[in-house]
Nanobody, 124 residues
Framework: VQLQASGGGWVQTGGSLRLSCAAS????????MGWYRQSPGNPRELVAV???????NYADSVKGRFTISRDNAKNTVELQMNSLKPEDTAVYYC???????????????????WGNGTQVTVSS
């Protein structure tokens, strides 16, 4: 699976950005899609994830400001980011968890894929 992320950029505090990620390639089933971020000197952290059935999970720091959505038919995931703050500045990474084949689904084995990062900069 190849993941191509886009939509990062520069915005002032309070502004909005929308990130998109498209998954291509052949896997049996994509289970979860999401976004993580990493700022200098800090570990990569979860921002938001969404399951194939629409279940979501958000980092406390972005709840009420960010919205994750997914198109299962197109294998795309988007992150709408509103009311951005300087502390949201980071490289954002698209993430996918998938069963690569029918056997891995039976075995409960998930393979994780990462996309290229996209920079989000929020100025104060």
């Amino acid at each position: 699976v190849q993941l191509q992320a886009s939509g990062g950029g520069w915005v002032q505090t309070g502004g909005s950005l929308r990130l998109s990620c498209a998954a291509s390639g052949s896997v049996f089933r994509i289970i979860v899609m999401g976004w993580y971020r990493q700022s200098p000197g800090n570990p990569r952290e979860l921002v938001a994830v969404i399951t194939a059935f629409g279940g979501t999970n958000y980092a406390d720091s972005v709840k009420g400001r960010f919205t994750i959505s997914r198109d299962n038919a197109k294998n795309t995931v988007e992150l709408q980011m509103n009311s951005l703050k300087p502390e949201d500045t980071a490289v954002y990474y698209c993430n996918v968890g998938a069963n690569v084949d029918r056997q891995s689904r039976k075995d409960g084995r998930t393979t994780t894929y990462w996309g290229n990062g996209t920079q989000v900069t929020v100025s104060s």
